[in-house]
């Protein structure tokens, strides 16, 4: 059975997880969250859901649910397979819309999607498997960066950010970025432009980032950057 042949295999017995062949002796895992057929849509969600309810916070925020995005899909894997010499051969490019992640070897790739999915389908166990994960102090330590020195602008944006979660990774070529679970999540320049990751919470802080920027005076630092909305 050439390669071909077995990933058809494994997309028919482990759906909606399925992998790919880039062609350059690199394949991919894939369990893209935001596209997943009506059959399997929520997929998991229920134990993200779980460890939001155990954790006291909400299951959603009305337009997202709380956890469950790809990143955290990332930790509930490397924790179901935590100290497998195996699992060094794998990487990740997981994101907030999908878990996907890549190695070398096809038959390693292939024998931990089939044993996660099967995690996966016992609700009870990958309940408590996602709770154990997310439990755990996942987001880096990051330095308390002071706004000593900063405008206006980018001391009451890294105020307002820090009240809702965001941590200040700092300002560089004029912008100022935050991130959130020690991920990338927003950078802002001193025009109030805004590039971001589209977590809720993003959303939920870009009109007070709009009506930060047209209550505080604009300076002319000479360090503006144009960025998309």
């Known amino acids: 059975m050439d390669i071909k042949q077995q990933i058809e295999k494994f997309d028919a017995e482990n759906k909606p997880f399925y992998m790919v062949d880039h062609e350059d002796g690199v394949y991919s895992l894939c369990l893209p969250l935001s596209f997943l057929s009506e059959e399997y849509r929520d997929f998991g969600q229920e134990a993200f859901n779980q460890y939001a ?9 009305g337009r997202f649910y709380t956890h469950g995005d790809g990143h955290e899909w990332k930790y509930v894997f490397e924790k179901a397979f935590e100290g497998e010499e195996n699992l060094k051969q794998i990487t990740f490019d997981c994101e907030a819309g999908g878990f996907f992640c890549y190695s070398r070897d096809f038959d390693v790739l292939a024998e931990y999607g089939r044993r996660f999915r099967e995690i996966c389908m016992k609700e009870q166990e990958f309940t408590e498997l996602v ?15 002071s706004t000593e020195g900063m405008t206006p602008f980018f001391s009451a944006v890294a105020e307002l950010a820090k009240g809702k979660g965001f941590k200040m990774k700092g300002v560089q070529d004029g912008a100022l970025t935050l991130t959130l679970k020690g991920e990338f999540a927003v950078m802002v320049d001193e025009s109030g432009a805004i590039n971001y990751h589209p977590y ?30």
Do not use: H, W, Y
């Open 53 to 61: 309810i155990r954790a006291g916070e909400p299951v959603t925020d």
């Open 131 to 145: 709770c154990s994960a997310l439990s755990e102090d996942r987001q880096p330590v990051e330095e308390e960066i």
């Open 200 to 229: 809720g919470e993003v959303f939920d802080i870009m009109q007070e980032v709009s009506e930060l920027r047209k209550s505080i005076p604009l300076e002319d630092t000479g360090q503006g950057m144009q960025m998309n909305m």
